[in-house]
């Protein structure tokens, strides 16, 4: 599943329809249970007046439904979908930065039709202003849907597009066969399926906040934050390549296939040979690029991770999410075999912060400044259905961003290789991020050649690979979608 903007994802030509939940204002109450830590201070910095709120902000999903589209049953997927999560019924008082929340029996779904616009790529053009103007994180709905119907061959695209305080990456990606289910119930008039794993964001919210609270700013975290931030800033990504440029420009995007299968399935094979996961491997071998490339000392950079603490929130829609310190170390000499080593490492050393709110913690050391660089890294495979995903066209998106200096990379193993996208400044050489993601993949195959290096020539062949002296199982710094933001 590739990371893209919507502007790539090609929609085919049908009959546009922008779907939108809607209550009375009766419905909405006071909630006393906080927001997330990441979730007011991302609310504190909208400006309530900005006239394209979505900008730069909104994430979604897009994917083909197999199977012909009924309206009725559309609608009724929707309800029932706001209905299961009160995540997307919750929204923040603008004025006290407070939580309201609405109950689901009062809410219906609204159809707006867009007549004469018919044209994929149009229709496309269309859905990207819509957005911008649309959604905010100060404004409910925080969410809209959007299909567009191809009769003449039984399917319609789907695009579901929300601000990010309610959809996570994690989101994204489930929510794709959570609403083929529900549809498919829906149309076979069949009721929804219960489940104790769609837990309240809100409830989430509570448990965050109190933790947050209660950081020992000499504990752990809070001091792996501390060594990080030694320099008195955050990491950016080569700063010195940039090209002064004219402001409010779009970020450039690049998406790419790294590894193709039978490449990707060779690298996991030396991996397992000497005990390192995948994530270790993406890390190291983005350190080495960044070494090769860039030079200095290996890479400094920091790392969303999933944060639903236990299975009542494996299915829901919300934004779950921390972000850690990563600082990988290298010298001049590090082959593969080292930058593994220190990735795993590093990773480790981020596990002391993965349950320690970023923004109490930079809060504590009184530092103003928010991440410029980040990488994700995120196996599809443990997703349920993840093959049938790929069938759909499924693509998570994400709203063109306007930053002058924030570099994010997404690295995804998917059913069919190793892809990664990114997005960086528009004063920042396309050509010198190709070449910076082409030693990337580089690093990564090297992680092979080392495998089948014979002992006797370690030195010159300068990859071959030792067993390490634990297995790597805890290495990430949560399991399987952890690494997502």
Known sequence: MEYTHLSEFEIRPGTLSIWTAELPEYAWQPDDRPLTSVHAGYCAGVDPADPLPGRGRWIGTAFEMDAPFDAAAWRETLRRWHARHEGLRTTVDASARTRRTAGAAELVIAEQPIEGLTCGAEINEFLRGALELRLSPLVWPHCLAATVDHPGTADFTVLIAADHSVLDAYSQAILILELRALYTESVAGLPARESATFGSAADFAVLERAAATALDPAGPAVTTWRDFLADGSMPRFAPHAQRPVEAGLPQPSVSRRVLDLAELERVETALDAVRHRLSVAVFAGLALAHRERFGGGGLRTVMPIATRPDLRWLESMGWFVNVVPVDIALDDTDDIAAALDHARAALRRARTA?????????????????????????????????????????????????????????????????????????????????????????????????????????????????????????????????QVG
């Not at 103003?368 to 196996?379: I, K, W, Y």
């Not at 080392?450 to 030792?466: I, S, V």
């Open 354 to 482: 993965g349950d320690a709110s970023w923004n109490r913690v930079l809060e504590l050391l009184e530092v103003a400044e928010t991440p410029r660089f980040g990488v994700s890294f995120l196996d599809i495979r443990v997703l349920p259905g993840y093959e049938l995903v790929a069938d759909l066209r499924g693509r998570t998106l994400r709203a063109e961003s306007y930053s002058p200096d924030e570099v994010f990379l997404w690295v995804v193993r998917a059913a069919d290789g190793l892809y990664v996208s990114t997005r960086y400044p528009a004063g920042f050489p396309p050509e010198v991020m190709d070449e910076f993601l082409t030693a990337f993949g580089h690093a990564l195959r090297a992680i092979t050649a080392g495998a089948a290096a014979p002992a006797d020539h370690t030195a010159a062949a300068g990859y071959a690979l030792t067993p390490s002296a634990a297995p790597d199982r805890g290495s990430d710094p949560l399991a399987g979608a952890a």
